[in-house]
């Protein structure tokens, strides 16, 4: 299977892109956008399958901030506005005019803030992994969720939230215990290597963009909200979530209640990242979404 590999130049840095496959006849490019603020591309390569059962190139890249596209020291570039005048140099950059385009967590943020605020074309569907509309529906539910956590782990997320100190090693362990429930298992020997490698990840970005949690939106995308553009949206929409999510179910069904025409895949015994912990589901899933919208 071939692979191709480059870098773009973008405002004076440069973003790393990877290519698995080729163009081939009908079917149409699939275009993943990382979550983060500040991982990588790295997780989607358990998808690279998917380019070899279906025929189907996939285009993923690390966005500004992170992995290969590393930058830190600039905190001026960790907002909404750069990563998606990234993403619309990277369309023209590789000559992507028509496309399928999924974003997972930020890079679902990422894919419904260029869909409902800037012009597009070519889109032949979105696929909205584990993702959300809006920064304050997002906190609400990492709230309700804590309260599932152990009582002295409820107060010392509490407290650091209040104080703005986050060293204490109780809210640590906190906030370890609800990322292994909501996000991921741990990265073991027996994990796809993509998985194990060592990456650079974006602190900066991910802290002046998001916050310095999951549960506390307080950065630059703490206003992020598109919720009453959803019912605009007019590309074929695939929704999907894991039953322990940080995507909670409410969350997806809110995107799949306005979203004209959407659907909606749960993936009931996962968490942040179906597309790992039930690749070969997710892949069947894609093909048969990707083939029915090319």
Same mark, same amino acid.
């Given at each position: 299977?071939?692979?191709?590999?480059?870098?773009?130049p973008f405002?004076?840095?440069? /973003?790393?892109?990877?290519?698995?496959? *080729?163009?081939?006849?009908m079917?149409?490019?699939?275009?993943?956008?990382h979550?983060?603020? =500040?991982?990588?591309? %790295?997780?989607?390569?358990?998808?690279d399958?998917l380019?070899?059962?279906? #025929?189907?190139q996939?285009?993923? $890249?690390?966005?500004?901030?992170?992995?290969?596209s $590393?930058v830190? #020291?600039h905190?001026?570039?960790?907002?909404?506005?750069?990563?998606?005048?990234?993403?619309?140099?990277?369309r023209?950059?590789l000559?992507l005019? *028509?496309?399928?385009?999924?974003g997972?967590?930020?890079g679902g943020?990422?894919?419904l803030?260029y869909?409902? %605020?800037y012009?597009?074309?070519?889109?032949k569907s979105?696929?909205l !992994?584990?993702?959300?509309?809006?920064s304050?529906?997002?906190?609400e539910?990492q709230q309700r969720?804590i309260?599932?956590?152990?009582r002295?782990m409820?107060?010392a997320?509490?407290?650091a939230?209040?104080?703005?100190?986050?060293?204490?090693?109780?809210y640590?362990?906190?906030?370890? *215990?609800?990322?292994?429930?909501?996000a991921a =298992?741990?990265?073991?020997?027996? !994990?796809p290597?993509?998985? &194990?490698r060592k990456?650079?990840?974006?602190?900066?970005s991910y802290?002046v963009?998001?916050?310095?949690n999951?549960?506390?939106?307080?950065?630059?995308? &703490? %206003?992020?909200d598109? /919720?009453k553009q959803?019912e605009?949206?007019r590309?074929p929409?695939?929704?999907?979530s894991?039953?322990?999510?940080?995507?909670?179910?409410?969350?997806?069904?809110?995107?799949?209640? &306005?979203?004209?025409?959407?659907?909606w895949?749960?993936?009931?015994a996962c968490r942040?990242?179906s597309f790992?912990?039930e690749n070969?589901?997710?892949?069947?899933?894609?093909?048969q979404?990707?083939?029915?919208?090319d």
């Amino acid at each position: 299977m071939k692979i191709k590999e480059g870098y773009m130049p973008f405002h004076g840095y440069k /973003t790393y892109y990877r290519i698995v496959g *080729e163009k081939t006849g009908m079917k149409k490019p699939l275009v993943l956008l990382h979550g983060g603020p =500040g991982s990588t591309h %790295n997780y989607f390569e358990v998808l690279d399958a998917l380019a070899q059962a279906d #025929g189907r190139q996939l285009v993923m $890249y690390d966005q500004i901030g992170c992995g290969n596209s $590393y930058v830190d #020291g600039h905190p001026e570039l960790w907002t909404a506005e750069t990563w998606v005048a990234e993403f619309i140099a990277m369309r023209e950059h590789l000559g992507l005019d *028509e496309i399928h385009l999924l974003g997972q967590s930020w890079g679902g943020m990422l894919l419904l803030d260029y869909v409902c %605020n800037y012009e597009h074309k070519g889109l032949k569907s979105l696929i909205l !992994s584990s993702t959300l509309p809006a920064s304050w529906m997002w906190g609400e539910e990492q709230q309700r969720m804590i309260c599932e956590l152990p009582r002295d782990m409820q107060d010392a997320i509490a407290k650091a939230t209040a104080s703005g100190d986050y060293s204490d090693p109780i809210y640590a362990a906190a906030e370890d *215990e609800y990322m292994l429930r909501h996000a991921a =298992g741990k990265v073991t020997e027996d !994990s796809p290597e993509c998985l &194990r490698r060592k990456v650079k990840k974006g602190k900066e970005s991910y802290v002046v963009g998001w916050g310095p949690n999951e549960f506390t939106p307080l950065g630059t995308l &703490r %206003n992020y909200d598109v /919720t009453k553009q959803l019912e605009d949206i007019r590309e074929p929409s695939l929704v999907i979530s894991g039953g322990n999510d940080l995507c909670a179910p409410y969350i997806a069904k809110y995107m799949y209640d &306005r979203i004209p025409h959407a659907k909606w895949e749960l993936f009931r015994a996962c968490r942040h990242m179906s597309f790992v912990e039930e690749n070969e589901q997710y892949i069947a899933l894609m093909r048969q979404w990707l083939n029915a919208n090319d």
